[in-house]
Structures are given as structure tokens and as C-alpha cells.
């Protein structure tokens, strides 16, 4: 069971870094709501997990639990809000590559991309839309000043390229894009909503793995 863990210097700062991006909402009032909060006292030893990159906590019979559930935070928020447009920009991306990529490695990863990130966007809308929050439009412009997103120019760009040189541009510009989303979740880490919190998990560890495999890619093109 989740246990409350004070908050350390590195997660108020990554918190404020999240914060100040530029997001599909507007002021800076906390929409979030807190969780509720109950203490029980153990009964037998248990193991509960730490948040993501934390380590676990042992309880031992007899001593007392908080156990911290629901709510959700302002960062919780924003991440949801921003990672809606930026992976549906991903799948823009991921989508010209059926009929522009040369090397099939390419298209191996975009469809990897396209398997991973779609699902996922229906999962954030869900999230969303389960707390009574506005999901972005699906007409929303790409220019969000979040990191890692291509300028409608670049994404014009890779338009229009094929074959070899759009080989290129893809891995150059997915790279930048994942490196992007990997900043946006380390910084929701400091958020309190578990399901954000392994989304923003999932997001940096599957993203990381794939800028490598990218890299590899585009070093023996």
C-alpha cells in the first residue's frame, strides 16, 4: 500500500519546471483535489512500494500505516494536458513513415510508436475526462513551446521528404521528440496520482530505450 513521503528539493524543482511549460490550459489556479488520508495499524509485515524510483518501505506488525488514496495534483494535471498533444504529434510523425521511410528498421519503429502512443492517448483522455477536465481538442495546433515538439515547418519538412532523406529526418526529429517527452515525465514525477505517476514512468523508460535504438539506426544509415 502507497505510503505519504515527504517531498525532497529535486521534486519541487521538477514540479516548478512542469508548471512553467506551456500548456493546453490557462492561469495558474490548482485544479487538483487532495487525497483522502486514513491510518490503520498493521497487522502482519508488509512491503509497500515506494513511488517511482523509490524504494519500498517495510512495515512491521503493529506499526501504523498512513494509507494515502485518490486525489490528484496541478502537475498530475499538466502532464496529461501536454502529453495528449505532444504523443498525437508522434503519431503524425509515425504515420508518414508507411509511405516516405527507405530503411525498414524505420518503419519498425514507427510502428512501434503508433502500437504504443495510441492507446496511451486514450488512456490520458480517459484520465481526464473521468475528473471532469477538458481533453484538448483534437484540432489543437502543434506550437505548445513543449519540449521536443517539431515546428510546423520541420513537420513540413518531413512532409515532403522520401526515401533515404526522410530515413533521416524521422530518427533525427523522433529523437528530439522523445528526449522532449522524457523531460515532461521526469518532472510529473513529482506529481501524487499513481496512474500519471506509471504513465510518466512508462513514458521515460519505453521513449529512453527507443531514442537508442534510433540512435543506432541513424549511425549506420
Known amino acids: 500500500m502507497p505510503r505519504a513521503t515527504p517531498g525532497t528539493t529535486a521534486a519541487a524543482a521538477a514540479a516548478l519546471a512542469l508548471l512553467t511549460l506551456a500548456g493546453c490550459s490557462g492561469g495558474g489556479t490548482d485544479r487538483g483535489i487532495a487525497a483522502s488520508t486514513t491510518t490503520a495499524t498493521s497487522d502482519t509485515r508488509v512491503i509497500a512500494p515506494g513511488r517511482p524510483g523509490e524504494t519500498a518501505d517495510v512495515i512491521e506488525p503493529g506499526e501504523e500505516i498512513e494509507i494515502v488514496e485518490g486525489g490528484y495534483s496541478e502537475v498530475d494535471i499538466r502532464f496529461v494536458e501536454q502529453m495528449i498533444p505532444h504523443h498525437r504529434q508522434a503519431l503524425e510523425m509515425a504515420e508518414l513513415a508507411a509511405d516516405r521511410a527507405q530503411d525498414e528498421r524505420v518503419l519498425l519503429v514507427a510502428d512501434r510508436i503508433t502500437a504504443a502512443q495510441g492507446p496511451e492517448i486514450t488512456v490520458l ?97
Open 125 to 221: 483522455e480517459n484520465w481526464l475526462e473521468q475528473r471532469g477536465l477538458p481533453v484538448p481538442p483534437a484540432d489543437a495546433t502543434h506550437d505548445h513551446g513543449l519540449p521536443g515538439m517539431i515546428t510546423p515547418l520541420q513537420l513540413e519538412q518531413l512532409t515532403n521528404a522520401s526515401g533515404a532523406e526522410f530515413d533521416e529526418l524521422f530518427l533525427t526529429y523522433m529523437s528530439q521528440h522523445h528526449a522532449g517527452a522524457i523531460e515532461m515525465a521526469a518532472a510529473a514525477l513529482s506529481g501524487t496520482d499513481q496512474l500519471a505517476l506509471e504513465l510518466a514512468t512508462d513514458v521515460s523508460v519505453t521513449q529512453g530505450v527507443e531514442i537508442d535504438r534510433m540512435r543506432e539506426i541513424l549511425d549506420s544509415l
